[in-house]
């Protein structure tokens, strides 16, 4: 055995351990444990160390522990313990000292929409957690049975830069399988969608929007308007309709989302900013004219929005960030040739903003796209291409291809 195989069975045994929970110290608890995890006794105890210390245990019981602490299979674990490999000492510490806030959560069931503390200090281990691919790997290795936490970072505080990457769609799919809570399973399923579109991905998009409008009946039926869900939800169904040249389909969910958000009672920015959501996706659908249509009617949004900010007493989610809403606006009005975006110009903190830790990349793609559309030059059209490659292939987000070949007749000599 290598001495790598050695150190990702070390990290087993300390994940089985925290998985069962007390004290692997007698026969009784070694009997316990080898009924969650259908291993006999003996084969614990070699692989604890009890009994047999140079005796190797088999794969398929090394898949079957790797299991009963939430991975698919030793392949599976082992290759989460090298992703490991690459976080900084000081993030994985940081990290697993979250254990008791976060079990103090789920005991008590503290209702983190109401409670401004929880959510800021959810929001300061959010920077860490998602601060790179392995530290968000790592934490839901910890937590991943820890509904109260992984519910909140993974719907609550959606990463648009990781939609299209399969490593974090694995982790949606683990989530949606485990969670309680109904609005977490359509908020994920919608992620998932979305994230297929935005990189291409092949899906069987009837049979998922089957199981995803179950889950949103099972929603209405259960809960008040969700502006985010309803949001999203509908933009998934136009992705469907689009896909299936259903332009009679398009036209009415585009109608039926504007009548709903119209008739929901939330206040007037509110509304605004699920508009600039809305037609955010339009713009990655191309449908150019419609995305314009309604962002002229969120435009006060770019004025109210930093005075309300200023109001409030604390940030309680990461939500929408200027460096959206103007990339946003900037893009539809380039695409339907309309040059006065001077209102969509970006500043320095519009991309600093601590929100833009869920969009920056999905943004700085949009932004990209509109200064090539912007430019009239070849050589700076091929410039802004090759800064636009790089984040592409991080983010899998290859959709945006598709815009610049539709709006941009020099595209084939600028991107080959």
């Not at 259908?38 to 088999?58: H, M, P, Y």
């Not at 006065?340 to 999905?362: A, P, R, S, V």
Request: aromatic letters at 16%; charged letters at 25%; proline letters at 1%.
């Amino acid at each position: 055995m290598s001495n790598s195989d050695c150190e990702i069975i070390g990290q087993l045994k300390i994940f089985v351990k925290k998985r069962f929970g007390k004290p692997l110290n007698s026969i009784k608890s070694f009997e316990e444990l080898s009924e969650n995890t259908n291993l006999s006794v003996q084969t614990l105890r070699r692989f604890f160390g009890k009994i047999d210390k140079n005796k190797k245990i088999g794969l398929t019981s090394l898949s079957l522990l790797c299991k009963y602490v939430g991975f698919a299979d030793w392949q599976d674990f082992s290759l989460n313990f090298e992703n490991q490999q690459n976080i900084s000492d000081k993030d994985k510490i940081y990290i697993e000292n979250m254990l008791v806030f976060f079990e103090n959560g789920e005991r008590y069931n503290i209702d983190y929409h109401q409670n401004t503390m929880i959510v800021d200090t959810l929001n300061d281990y959010a920077k860490v957690i998602y601060y790179k691919k392995e530290n968000l790997q790592f934490f839901y290795s910890l937590y991943q049975k820890n509904n109260w936490c992984s519910d909140y970072f993974l719907a609550w505080l959606p990463n648009y830069n990781f939609f299209g990457q399969d490593w974090f769609r694995t982790i949606l799919m683990n989530r949606i399988s485990q969670t309680k809570n109904i609005l977490v399973k359509l908020a994920l399923n919608n992620f998932l969608l979305l994230g297929f579109f935005l990189s291409n991905g092949d899906c069987e998009l009837a049979k998922e929007m089957v199981l995803l409008d179950k889950i949103y009946k099972d929603y209405r039926e259960n809960h008040q308007y969700m502006p985010y869900h309803e949001m999203r939800y509908h933009t998934v169904k136009l992705i469907f309709a689009k896909r299936n040249d259903d332009e009679e389909s398009f036209q009415k969910i585009v109608k039926v989302y504007i009548d709903d958000l119209e008739n929901s009672k939330l206040e007037e920015i509110s509304q605004q900013e699920m508009l600039i959501f809305f037609c955010n996706t339009l713009l990655w659908l191309e449908e150019y004219d419609i995305a314009y249509y309604y962002l002229k009617k969120a435009k006060p949004f770019l004025k109210s929005f930093p005075i309300k900010k200023d109001k409030q007493e604390a940030m309680h989610f990461f939500g929408i960030n200027m460096a959206f809403v103007k990339t946003t606006f900037a893009l539809a009005w380039v695409a339907n040739k309309d040059s006065n975006t001077e209102d969509f110009e970006l500043t320095d903190y519009d991309f600093n903003d601590i929100t833009g830790l869920l969009y920056n990349d999905y943004i700085k793609i949009m932004y990209l796209a509109k200064c090539i559309l912007s430019e009239n030059g070849l050589a700076k059209k091929r410039f802004l291409f090759q800064e636009l490659k790089p984040l592409v292939e991080d983010t899998n987000y290859s959709q945006i291809y598709h815009l610049l070949q539709n709006l941009d007749s020099d595209f084939s000599e600028y991107s080959s």
